[in-house]
């Protein structure tokens, strides 16, 4: 890892320094930079934190928007939990799988696109639903869901 990302990685830390929770927001910011979070990253930063690496870790696979492999620059996770796959959640998926020639857990090769399955995103009252990065869209169908991908394939 080059000098100043580094720096960088230092700069977020001393900035979430006073936070009730200063990982999470560390671990976000980072994640916002480089996209996942790298090992040697999650490393550096457990060391810099003066936190176990194994807590540092932890936190990063257990909640679904931290990714620790490499994503596509957009990251697609379709709720697959009750209220969602009630009303429709596996056809989007399917919808997704077709027009993106992606499985789950596949990165389209050009590195745009990258498919996920999630949980609950708290936005029920709109299933099915999924998120494109940090954008929620609900009220999915098959057209929708080329309309959106249209956007962001320009
Ligand atoms: S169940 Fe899909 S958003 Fe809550």
Same mark, same amino acid.
């Given at each position: 890892?080059?000098?100043?990302?580094?720096?960088?990685?230092?700069?977020?830390?001393?900035?979430?320094?006073?936070?009730?929770?200063?990982?999470?927001?560390?671990?976000?910011? =980072? $994640?916002?930079? %480089?996209?996942? *979070?790298?090992?040697?990253?999650?490393?550096?930063?457990? #060391?810099?934190?003066?936190?176990?690496?194994?807590?540092?870790?932890?936190?990063?696979?257990?909640?679904?928007?931290?990714?620790?492999?490499?994503?596509?620059?957009?990251?697609i996770?379709?709720?697959?939990?009750?209220?969602?796959? =009630? $009303?429709?959640? %596996?056809?989007? *998926?399917?919808?997704l799988?077709?027009?993106?020639?992606l #499985?789950?857990?596949?990165?389209?090769?050009?590195?745009?696109?990258?498919l996920e399955?999630?949980?609950?995103?708290?936005?029920?009252?709109?299933?099915?639903?999924?998120?494109?990065?940090?954008?929620?869209?609900?009220?999915?169908?098959?057209?929708?869901?080329?309309?959106? *991908?249209?956007?962001?394939?320009?």
């Amino acid at each position: 890892m080059e000098e100043s990302l580094y720096r960088e990685i230092e700069e977020i830390i001393e900035k979430y320094r006073e936070e009730e929770t200063p990982l999470l927001c560390v671990l976000q910011e =980072v $994640q916002e930079k %480089f996209h996942y *979070l790298p090992r040697n990253v999650l490393g550096y930063i457990a #060391k810099k934190m003066n936190v176990p690496s194994s807590t540092v870790y932890g936190v990063a696979t257990f909640y679904s928007f931290f990714e620790t492999n490499p994503v596509g620059e957009y990251v697609i996770r379709v709720c697959k939990s009750t209220p969602c796959h =009630v $009303q429709g959640a %596996f056809n989007v *998926l399917q919808a997704l799988k077709r027009e993106l020639g992606l #499985k789950e857990g596949e990165t389209s090769k050009d590195g745009k696109f990258t498919l996920e399955v999630t949980s609950c995103l708290g936005v029920c009252g709109v299933a099915p639903a999924m998120m494109i990065n940090d954008v929620t869209y609900g009220n999915l169908n098959d057209e929708r869901v080329r309309e959106i *991908l249209a956007l962001y394939r320009r």
